[in-house]
Every structure is written in C-alpha cells, then in structure tokens.
C-alpha cells in the first residue's frame, strides 16, 4: 500500500499566490497546485527528496514575510519555491538530501555538502535560471572552485550533475 | 554607540589606520543559531554560507581580533554585535586576513570607519563583492565567496553557542 503524507500547508501557499493579481500571479497559483498534487503522488519515491522538500516547507513557513530574519531578508519567492520543489523531485535518487537556506531576496538555496572541501550551492532564481558555485579539493591538496548561471527547464542540468557526481555521491 | 570607553583603552589597541597584516585573525560573529551547521558525527558544527552574505551595500561586517584571547573577544561581540532584536552571541567565524584576497579578485578588507561604525577601532569591512548588472551573474560570485569563507572560517562558540551544542547533542540521542 502507498500510504501519501500531505507536508505542504496548502493554505499558506494559496495566500502566498493570492497576495498578486494577473497572469503571472494565476501562472504560479497553478504551478503551486500542480506541486502540491504531485508532491501527494510522488512523496515516497525518493527519500532524500522528501527530506529536502520537508526542509524547504519548514523554511517557508518561517519566512513568510518580509524581514523574517531580522537581518531585512525578504521572504520567500514562490516562483523560486516552486521551481526548487520541481527540481528535488526529479532530483537522482542517490544524491544526498541538501541543505535548505534562502538568500537575501528571498530566493532558494540548495546546498551539498559532501566532506570538507567539497561543496555545491545552487540559487534557484526566479527568472528560471540557477546561479551555482562549488569546489572541491584535489588530490594535490589544493581547492578547485568554479561558479556559473545555468537555464533549467525543471531538472538540474549537467554543469550542475557533474559536480555532484565527482564528489561521489 | 555600541561600545563602550573601556574597549578604547584597552592594551593592544588597534586603530583603524594601523595596517592589516596578512595573518591577522578576523571574526565574522554569529548571532543566529540557525546560521551554524549542528553536526552529529562532530563536536562541532560549521558555519552555513548564509553568515557570510554581504548586507544591502554590499559590505560584509567583520572584526579585527588580534590580540585578543577568545573570552576578549566575546566581550568584544556583547559590546559591539549583540542587540535587543538579537541578544545572543553564539561564536564567531575567524580566519586569516590573506584568505579575503584568496576569496575573489577585487575583494578586501576595509578598516575605514563608517557610519554604522564610526569609531569602532577593530570594525572593517569586507569590501569589492561583485557587483555584476546581471543579477543571477552577481549572485554566482557571490555563492563562490561564501563558500570559501564558510570553509575556511574555523567555528569557535562562546559558553552560550557550547550550550546550545550540548542540548542538539542530548537531542540526538
């Protein structure tokens, strides 16, 4: 039997989308449904995805205003919300669950942290696009880093599966 | 002002104008327990990248702590960081100045007094973050830098941040 765990709070995402009016507000208020609905379907297929999307609902709950951090951050964006929730479900099974953090404008940050080292953060930005950084430490002791603006069509593209896939995960 | 005539006469002064040496010991403080990454398999966490995110001008607040013994320094972030809206000072990130330069091209320390640190003799500034029109350019960068800190900055936790530690740990188990 699949049993189904509903870990989104539905209420708040419906208010989140009806605070704008229009197409886009419409766009996003349909993309949050279709999230939740497939999040119901799809919980246990993944473990590390579940994990990660329970996180980033935690997260969001928090930050659903702005200046939740005290620090002037803005909360959440529900375009950037969205999109990473779309992204951990098609994420490998055998990545590790990342990290859940938001940056200042209330963007979603997804970070990998396999040792020391060895680190990827991916900004998932409202425009679509993820701006990424990692590095890793070499066999010679020294550190590798790199960075970069990825377009993503709802699944982590190979600039970004790669590094995942060096550090052996 | 946040500090008070005690710190200014203290031994070992350090003014704004005195030169920052490659090795000098800079502190990032952390007023937040959810900026530290509470590890189960570690006595000690690590700093989350999110604590080394540059402030709306795009300056990071650091201090000079040369010369100063960890209960110092404490009392240095009681005096100078902590706040009615944040009263808690959990530790500190610190690192050598040489690992600024390291960080990204253009990126420096700024001892400079300004106007949220006028007189504050061991405030800078990191300063020279990129500044990219394109937003999603900028923040790549930026994402780079707080890596780099974030890996580099060793955790060093006041008596309040070794509390907090001992609770995840009774927690955990």
Same mark, same amino acid.
């Given at each position: 039997?699949?049993?189904?765990? *509903?870990?989104?709070?539905?209420?708040?995402?419906?208010?989140?989308?009806?605070?704008?009016?229009?197409?886009?507000?419409?766009?996003?208020?349909?993309?949050?449904?279709?999230?939740? /609905?497939?999040?119901?379907?799809?919980?246990?297929?993944?473990? /590390?995805?579940?994990?990660?999307?329970?996180?980033?609902?935690?997260?969001?709950?928090?930050?659903?205003?702005?200046?939740?951090?005290?620090?002037?951050?803005?909360?959440?964006?529900?375009?950037?919300?969205?999109?990473?929730?779309?992204?951990?479900?098609?994420?490998?099974?055998?990545?590790?669950?990342?990290?859940?953090?938001?940056?200042?404008?209330?963007?979603?940050?997804?970070?990998?942290?396999?040792?020391?080292?060895?680190?990827?953060?991916? #900004?998932?930005?409202?425009?679509?696009?993820?701006?990424?950084?990692?590095?890793? &430490?070499?066999?010679?002791?020294?550190?590798?880093? *790199?960075?970069?603006?990825?377009?993503?069509?709802?699944?982590?593209?190979?600039?970004?599966?790669?590094?995942?896939?060096?550090?052996?995960? | 002002?946040?500090?008070?005539? #005690?710190?200014?006469?203290?031994? /070992?002064?350090?003014?704004?104008?005195?030169?920052?040496?490659?090795?000098?010991?800079?502190?990032?403080?952390?007023?937040?327990?959810?900026?530290?990454?509470?590890?189960?398999?570690?006595?000690?966490?690590?700093?989350?990248?999110?604590?080394? $995110?540059?402030?709306?001008? *795009?300056?990071?607040?650091?201090?000079?702590?040369?010369?100063?013994?960890? &209960?110092?320094?404490?009392?240095?972030?009681?005096?100078?960081?902590? #706040?009615?809206?944040?009263?808690?000072?959990?530790?500190?990130?610190?690192?050598?100045?040489?690992?600024?330069?390291?960080?990204?091209?253009?990126? @420096?320390?700024?001892?400079?007094?300004?106007?949220?640190?006028?007189? @504050?003799?061991?405030?800078? /500034?990191?300063?020279?973050?990129? *500044?990219?029109?394109?937003?999603?350019?900028?923040? #790549?960068? !930026?994402?780079?830098?707080?890596?780099?800190?974030? $890996?580099?900055?060793?955790?060093?936790?006041?008596?309040?941040?070794? !509390?907090?530690?001992?609770?995840?740990?009774?927690?955990?188990?």
């Amino acid at each position: 039997m699949i049993a189904t765990t *509903n870990v989104f709070p539905p209420y708040y995402l419906f208010e989140q989308a009806g605070e704008a009016y229009g197409q886009e507000a419409r766009r996003v208020k349909d993309e949050l449904e279709k999230v939740e /609905n497939g999040f119901e379907i799809s919980v246990f297929y993944t473990g /590390n995805a579940q994990t990660a999307i329970a996180e980033l609902n935690a997260l969001a709950a928090r930050a659903n205003e702005d200046d939740w951090d005290s620090e002037g951050g803005s909360k959440i964006s529900p375009t950037s919300r969205c999109l990473a929730v779309k992204l951990l479900k098609k994420m490998p099974r055998e990545w590790p669950a990342p990290e859940i953090d938001l940056d200042s404008d209330g963007d979603v940050s997804l970070q990998w942290h396999a040792g020391p080292g060895r680190r990827l953060t991916v #900004s998932v930005g409202t425009s679509g696009k993820l701006s990424y950084a990692w590095m890793i &430490l070499n066999e010679r002791g020294g550190l590798e880093r *790199n960075y970069g603006v990825a377009e993503t069509e709802g699944v982590f593209p190979t600039t970004i599966s790669d590094v995942v896939s060096k550090f052996g995960a | 002002m946040l500090f008070r005539n #005690s710190e200014r006469s203290a031994p /070992n002064e350090i003014l704004p104008t005195t030169p920052i040496a490659p090795d000098e010991p800079i502190a990032r403080f952390v007023l937040k327990e959810d900026r530290i990454r509470w590890l189960s398999d570690s006595p000690i966490g690590r700093i989350r990248e999110k604590q080394f $995110e540059p402030d709306k001008r *795009n300056e990071l607040s650091v201090f000079r702590v040369v010369n100063l013994e960890e &209960l110092s320094i404490t009392d240095l972030g009681q005096k100078a960081v902590v #706040s009615e809206k944040q009263p808690n000072l959990i530790g500190w990130g610190q690192f050598d100045a040489s690992l600024v330069a390291q960080a990204f091209p253009g990126l @420096h320390l700024d001892p400079t007094p300004d106007l949220d640190w006028p007189t @504050h003799p061991r405030h800078a /500034n990191i300063k020279g973050w990129p *500044n990219d029109a394109d937003l999603d350019d900028r923040k #790549s960068k !930026q994402i780079l830098i707080k890596q780099f800190f974030s $890996e580099k900055a060793q955790l060093i936790l006041t008596t309040h941040g070794k !509390q907090i530690e001992a609770q995840k740990k009774l927690r955990r188990q």
